[in-house]
């Protein structure tokens, strides 16, 4: 149980707040940089900022204030020049750096007139790495966009998804220290709902249960074990575990998953998977990295629960907007949400002190790659059962989609990959194990 203070200083992330200051001390995710090449520009929110993001016609990404300050119009409706984004509604125009650059009538009717020096608007930098645009809101100096191994690994697929979810992300990450759900939600429940729509499937996960579970603080976060009845303390579960990324990531097998604080009440929840292909096949090339949308809810208003993910967040979405600490009874399942929290505040405390947190990287040397381990081996993905409860018509096949049929909106989730590596094993003539 927390104060209702403490519950404060741990989700609201606003500037000055003291966890929107911990949280200006990291690069964040905003948009795949495939959606920029359908569309010019962007509205972002990111910890509580309004902006707009957007690619020049000469290919320079920048992200500047959502509002024009001559008349405070969206800009998101802007027109991306040759050198920077015009404002749809009298024509000003803005560079990446925010500077003022352009005033036509105002320049027509004093041409020696320098009112556009003096007109300059937040702006933020914008880099681009596996796919991916990325920006930081903090002081400078600015630290190294962190180049961890799923976004730079070569002869792999990729694939984004993203969800918006009307809560606050210390709910989605502390699902991440808790394991004892995936018993009961994937497991259990999963079960429970196959059974009583009447349909032969396989649950999102097996009702397996949890005997010992450990948490331990490592270099780059938290470290998550666990045995069940059924495995050992020899079995990667317990031996190798797996990695929470400080602050605000889960790192899966070859999957991130990164809670990114739109504002105090909304976050995007990213999905990245990384696709090996099994040995000997190449992976094909990939001119970008494809993006889908996986659906929080169907169109009748219910939470899309027939995957893993989807019920997550149907458990994140339920806590609240923003969960009522301050009323929990935490157990003994909870240890590692008590570590985390733990972590969060002295993290914060050292932000406040003037001291650099966890994961902040400006050594480019050490930069170069960052790998982390994890519990399952990339390749593995052949051998992957589909993780998804297959419901009529959720799962085709042929393609290898696996399809949300009531939203018709796709979640990839490997099997794409999966159908992509047969074929090109065919093509190369490797028979698969
Ligand atoms: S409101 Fe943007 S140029 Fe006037
Ligand atoms: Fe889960």
């Known amino acids: ?186 497991g259990y429940w999963s079960e429970y709902m196959l059974k009583e729509s009447g349909t032969d499937g396989v649950p999102t996960a097996p009702w397996h249960r949890h005997t010992k579970i450990s948490f331990e603080p490592f270099e780059h976060g938290i470290i998550k074990r666990r045995t069940y009845t059924d495995t050992t303390e020899d079995d990667p579960e317990w031996k190798n575990g797996h990695p929470i990324v400080f602050p605000n990531w889960l790192r899966v097998g070859t999957n991130f998953q990164m809670r990114t604080p739109v504002d105090d009440t909304h976050t995007i929840h990213w999905h990245y998977d990384v696709y090996a292909p099994p040995a000997g096949v190449p992976a094909p090339k990939q001119d970008f990295v494809p993006y889908y949308e996986a659906p929080l809810r169907q169109d009748d208003g219910s939470f899309a629960v027939d995957y893993i993910i989807g019920q997550d967040t149907m458990a994140w979405v339920t806590q609240g907007p923003i969960a009522q600490r301050q009323l929990e009874k935490l157990g003994e399942s909870d240890k590692g949400i008590i570590l985390y929290r733990r972590m969060l505040q002295e993290e914060m405390a050292k932000v406040e002190e003037g001291m650099e947190p966890l994961n902040v990287f400006r050594d480019p040397g050490s930069n170069e790659i960052i790998e982390l381990f994890q519990e399952r081996a990339p390749g593995v993905i052949m051998k992957l059962p589909p993780n998804t409860v297959p419901l009529p018509g959720q799962w085709d096949p042929a393609t290898g989609d696996i399809s949300v049929a009531s939203t018709g909106k796709h979640a990839p989730v490997g099997l794409r990959a999966r159908t992509t590596y047969q074929a090109a094993a065919a093509e190369a003539g490797v028979k698969l194990a």
Not at 103 to 108: H, R
Not at 166 to 177: I, T, V, Y
């Open 1 to 186: 149980m927390l104060t209702t203070e403490a519950n404060q200083r741990l989700t609201q992330v606003g500037k000055g707040t003291p966890m929107g200051e911990l949280m200006r001390r990291y690069w964040h995710p905003i948009a795949p940089t495939a959606e920029l090449d359908e569309r010019p520009t962007k509205s972002v929110r990111l910890l509580g900022e309004d902006l707009v993001l957007y690619k020049d016609r000469k290919g320079t990404f920048g992200l500047i204030d959502a509002l024009c300050p001559h008349r405070r119009v969206d800009m998101s409706y802007g027109i991306p020049e040759e050198e920077g984004l015009r404002c749809m509604y009298h024509g000003w125009m803005f560079d990446e750096t925010g500077q003022c650059v352009e005033q036509p009538f105002e320049e027509t009717v004093h041409p020696d007139g320098r009112f556009k020096e003096k007109v300059k608007i937040a702006a933020y930098p914008v880099e681009e790495l596996g796919g991916m645009l990325w920006t930081y809101l903090g002081p400078t100096p600015v630290p190294l966009l962190p180049r961890w191994d799923l976004f730079v690994w070569d002869n792999v697929l990729r694939d984004i998804g993203k969800t918006e979810l009307n809560c606050n992300w210390l709910q989605c990450m502390e699902n991440s220290l808790d394991p004892v759900h995936l018993e009961w939600l994937h």
